[in-house]
């Protein structure tokens, strides 16, 4: 069974740091690449970043470049977004979705292209 339990939301000032984690298991997790989502309250969902577990390739959307970085622990098959200098913008509830055959290009911020999908923790960046 494919699981993805995401962990590391929480309130924070402007400014502050979260790290989220993304832990996986049920698929072959070095052949995967794990997105991160973001939803806020009456907007659509976005892409905000990706690895591929298969070559370390990362991306980001463009409004958290900078600021958010996204790793792999493969040992232990989990994900991790450290995300500084949050801004109120970044408040939403955020999900970690695994495609289990990778990504290439700009198809990692299209959703259909992820598998599996976590329930979500909310981030709430405080002004």
């Known amino acids: 069974e494919v699981q993805l339990v995401e962990s590391g939301g929480g309130l924070v000032q402007a400014g502050g740091s979260l790290r989220l984690s993304c832990a996986a298991s049920?698929?072959?997790?070095?052949?995967?690449?794990i997105g991160w989502f973001r939803q806020a309250p009456g907007k659509e969902r976005e892409g905000v970043s990706c690895i591929s577990n298969a070559d370390g390739r990362t991306y980001y959307v463009d409004s958290v470049k900078g600021r958010f970085t996204i790793s792999s622990d493969n040992a232990k098959n989990t994900v991790y977004l450290q995300m500084n200098s949050l801004e109120p913008e970044d408040t939403a509830v955020y999900y970690c979705?695994?495609?289990?055959?990778?990504?290439?290009?700009?198809?990692?911020?299209?959703?259909?292209?992820?598998?599996?999908w976590g329930q979500g923790t909310q981030v709430t960046v405080s002004s």
């Open positions: 049920g698929f072959t997790f070095d052949d995967s690449a």
């Open positions: 979705a695994a495609d289990l055959i990778g990504v290439y290009g700009s198809s990692w911020m299209d959703e259909v292209e992820y598998d599996y």
